[in-house]
């Protein structure tokens, strides 16, 4: 079933990584865990952007049309996307140099099942309060990285300890490539690809 991973991930991510690399399903799952999961903060962000309006701090709500939000929404899913099979083209790229021989599909089932509560922090801009989405978007984060140092030496095959530098490798990348995606999209707003407010 898709997404049957989820539950056990939050409720006992030891065990579920284990279950994971147990059966390693195929490219193809992976690909429909990634595509679903990255509805999520599309589709909220579209929402509360057009329908609930962002609450900055003091003044008004902040609101977007609905073809600039559109036009975000979409180009954050594929970005998102585009994110995930980098960062598992990384850790496949970074694995050897720590004795690991994983397959592609197995990397990226690491990059899609750590990236997984971001993505659940989507859920949060139903609320569209600034600082309740940074709160709860550091708590995605935070659980993603300690999937990612739990499932590492699993899914791997290799030592803790070896596993820890392998796994915080794959951090800095991750936020490199965080970076990557904030400057290009600060390139595409100045180039006029910025969103259109309704006021």
Known sequence: MILNHL???YAHPKEEWHTID???ESFRYSLIHILLVALIPSVCAYYSAVHLGWSI???DRIMLTADSALMLSVAMYFALIAGVFALALLAHWMAHTFGAEPTYTQTLELAAYTSTPLFMVGFAGLYPELWVVMTIGLA???YSVYLLYVGVPILM????ERGFIYASSV???GLILLVCVMT???ILWSSGFG???TH
Do not use: Y
Request: aromatic residues 8%; contains cysteine.
């Open 7 to 9: 539950w056990g991930l």
């Open 22 to 24: 147990a059966r390693h």
């Open 57 to 59: 701090g003091a003044g």
């Open 140 to 142: 995605g984060l935070a």
């Open 157 to 160: 095959h290799i030592p803790e």
């Open 171 to 173: 951090v800095t990348c």
């Open 184 to 186: 290009a999209t600060a």
């Open 195 to 197: 969103p259109t407010f």
